[in-house]
């Protein structure tokens, strides 16, 4: 199955807090370290944890089986706004400078690190 190619921008960035709505760790937030337009996914701090057998490289890499986090479809998270302790739909607002700004269709509070 041939990955699908996303095209535009993502409601979710790099830094955002997240929360998991579907899924193995559904109800579990997180930070976003990573979103991989081209596959659609991305990395969120401690979340999706996967075991990984690694080969030794030397005496700086030693092997073993290691934890890591692996990517999660972005249909599958959502925004989490602190204001309203919930998984919310984000919304642009423009702001009296000129500039946008992404907001928390619930509450309006500023979300996310813009």
């Known amino acids: 199955m041939a990955a699908h190619r996303h095209v535009g921008k993502f409601p979710i960035r ?51 089986i290691i934890e890591k986090e692996a990517p999660i479809q972005i249909s599958n998270v959502m925004i989490f706004c602190d204001r309203c302790n919930a ?10 400078d000129g500039t946008k700004t992404r907001v928390c269709r619930r509450c309006g509070e500023s979300l996310g690190n813009d």
């Open 14 to 64: 790099k830094g955002d807090h997240v929360m998991v709505v579907t899924g193995r760790d559904r109800g579990k937030t997180g930070k976003v370290m990573r979103v991989v337009p081209s596959t659609g996914k991305l990395l969120v701090e401690r979340l999706n944890m996967v075991k990984r057998h690694s080969k030794p490289r030397g005496a700086q890499s030693p092997g073993g």
């Open 87 to 96: 998984p919310v739909r984000s919304g642009i607002k423009p702001a009296t």
